[in-house]
C-alpha cells in the first residue's frame, strides 16, 4: 500500500495491528509493501528514505496522527515500526557513503584476527562428538523421537561446514595444506565439493547483495519468472514453501559444472570432486550394506536435509529482508553491503554453539579472515563503533514469514515484489504459507 503524508500529519499504523475505530482511510495497493514516502527526509545525505511494511493484503488501516518531528527523529520512528513490521530487533541507520571497508576493518581489534589452535581443534572436537552422539541418538530413538534426532544430528553436521568454511578462508590454521584437507574432509558427510565451494564462495563476499555478481543468494528477475508456466511454478514454490531447502538447488547447480570454473581453478576442482565421488562410491554402500535403503535415508539422508534447512535459512536470513536492497555494480558500495545490508540474528544457544557461531555474521563480512571462534568479540567491538547502523534479529517467526511471502522479484524501486502481487492465481504456495505460518516475533 502507498500511503502519503497528509499536511503537517504523517500517519503510522503497524501490520499487526487490530483495525478499530471509523476514521479510516483507502490506500492504494501496491506489490507487498507499504510505502510511506518521507519526501524532506534528510538523513547522512540521502535526500529521501522510503519506509516499507510489508502488508497483509488490500484493506482499510485506521490512520493514526501524530506531529511531524524532526527528520531524525522521523527516521528513528519509521526504523522502529518496520523492524517490528518485518520481526526485526533493530534496521539500521543508513550507512555514510564516505565511510568505507577500511573504516570498518581498522576499528577491530588485531586480537579478532588471531588463529588459535587450540581453539580451532575444540571447535572441530564439539563437531565430531555431537555429531557422533547424533548418530546414538538416531539408533536409539523410538520412530516418534527420530524427528528431535534428526534435528540434533543436522544441526551437528552443519558445524562441520563452519570448520570447512573457515578452512575456505584461511582462518583455521597457519598451515594452508593442512586447511584444505580439513576442509574437503569436513565437506565429505555433507557431499560437498570443497574447491568448488570456495571458488563460488569467494564470489559471494567480493560482490554481496551485488545484482548479476552475488553468487550465494538474490531475488529472482521477472524475466526468468515470465519465462513459462511451468518455471513460474517451480520458482513459487522452490522461494516460498521449499525455500529452507534451496540451497539443495544452489548446490547441484553451482558445484559441480566444470564449466563455470576458470580454467587456473580446474585441476583444484577436479579433485575435491573426485573426493566427493570417492565417499558416495564407498561410504554410502556402506551404510546401505549395514543398515539397508532405509538406513542410508534414517542415517544420511535425514541429517543432511537437516543440514540444508540451517545452510538455507542462514544464508537468506544474513541476506534478505525487504528494505536491504540489491545494488547494480555502479551503484554497489562495499561498505555499505557487508555492514549495513548484512543481519545478524540470534539462534538459541545450542544451534550457536553446535554451528559455531556462524549466525554471527556481520564480522565475517567485514573480514572472512575472522576466525568463528573470534566472531563474538569482533561483533562486540562493532557494536561499540557502529552499532546505529546494524541490522539485527533474534529468529522468530514473523521473520521468517517475511521473507518466505515478501522477498522474491526484484524491483529497483521497491527490492522485492512478492508472487501473489504479480500472479495471484498461480501464488496459492504463498497464499498458503500467508495463512498457516505463525507471525509471532
Not at 588485531?110 to 563437531?127: Q, R
Not at 571458488?199 to 550465494?216: P, R, V
Request: proline residues 7%.
Amino acid at each position: 500500500m502507498a500511503c502519503r503524508l497528509a499536511d503537517s500529519m504523517i500517519l503510522f499504523m503497524g501490520p499487526h495491528q487490530r483495525l478499530t475505530g471509523s476514521q479510516k482511510i483507502g490506500c492504494f495497493s501496491s506489490p507487498g509493501l507499504c510505502q510511506l514516502k518521507w519526501e524532506s527526509l534528510l538523513v547522512k545525505g540521502v535526500k529521501h528514505k522510503r519506509c516499507s511494511i510489508p502488508s497483509r493484503g488490500t484493506r482499510f488501516i485506521q490512520a493514526v496522527a501524530v506531529p511531524v518531528a524532526p527528520p531524525s527523529e522521523d527516521s528513528a520512528d519509521c526504523r522502529k515500526q518496520i523492524a517490528e513490521s518485518y520481526g526485526f530487533r533493530q534496521i539500521g541507520e543508513p550507512l555514510p557513503e564516505n565511510v568505507t571497508m577500511k573504516d570498518v576493518i581498522d576499528s577491530l581489534p588485531k586480537k579478532v584476527f588471531e588463529i588459535d589452535d587450540v581453539k580451532a581443534w575444540k571447535s572441530v572436537l564439539i563437531s565430531v562428538s555431537s555429531y557422533a552422539l547424533g548418530l546414538l541418538m538416531i539408533s536409539k530413538a523410538p520412530w516418534y523421537l527420530l524427528p528431535l534426532a534428526w534435528a540434533w544430528t543436522g544441526t551437528a553436521v552443519t558445524g562441520f561446514f563452519v570448520i570447512g568454511h573457515d578452512c575456505a578462508h584461511k582462518s583455521f590454521s597457519k598451515n594452508k595444506l593442512l586447511e584444505d584437507i580439513v576442509g574437503t574432509l569436513a565437506f565429505l558427510p555433507l557431499i560437498y565439493p570443497y574447491e568448488p565451494w570456495r571458488f563460488k564462495h569467494d564470489k559471494h563476499h567480493a560482490k554481496t547483495n551485488m545484482l548479476h555478481g552475488d553468487t550465494a543468494w538474490h531475488p529472482v528477475w521477472k524475466e526468468e519468472f515470465d519465462t513459462s508456466p511451468f518455471l513460474r511454478k517451480a520458482i513459487i514454490y522452490g522461494y516460498g514453501p521449499f525455500r529452507p531447502w534451496m540451497s539443495i538447488a544452489h548446490w547441484l547447480i553451482w558445484h559441480f559444472d566444470l564449466s563455470k570454473f576458470r580454467p587456473n581453478e580446474v585441476k583444484r576442482v577436479k579433485i575435491s570432486l573426485a573426493c566427493v565421488f570417492a565417499f558416495m562410491a564407498i561410504g554410502w554402500p556402506l551404510i546401505i550394506l549395514k543398515t539397508g535403503i532405509a538406513g542410508w535415508i534414517k542415517y544420511w539422508l535425514m541429517p543432511w536435509l537437516g543440514y540444508h534447512f540451517w545452510m538455507s535459512t542462514f544464508t537468506m536470513v544474513h541476506h534478505t529482508a525487504p528494505h536491504i536492497p540489491f545494488k547494480s555494480p555502479n551503484e554497489w558500495n562495499a561498505a555499505q553491503a557487508q555492514l549495513n545490508g548484512t543481519v545478524h540474528c540470534d539462534y538459541p544457544k545450542w544451534i550457536e554453539i553446535l554451528c559455531h557461531d556462524i549466525n554471527v555474521h556481520i564480522p565475517h563480512h567485514i573480514s572472512p579472515r575472522i576466525p568463528s571462534y573470534n566472531l563474538r568479540a569482533a561483533h562486540k567491538s562493532i557494536q561499540q563503533n557502529w552499532g546505529k547502523y546494524l541490522n539485527e534479529a533474534s529468529w522468530n517467526w514473523r521473520l521468517m514469514k517475511t521473507i518466505m511471502t515478501v522477498c522474491h522479484i526484484y524491483d529497483k524501486e521497491q527490492n522485492y515484489v512478492a508472487f501473489d502481487q504479480l500472479a495471484p492465481k498461480d501464488s496459492q504456495p504463498i497464499t498458503f504459507l500467508k495463512s498457516v505460518m505463525p507471525d509471532h516475533a
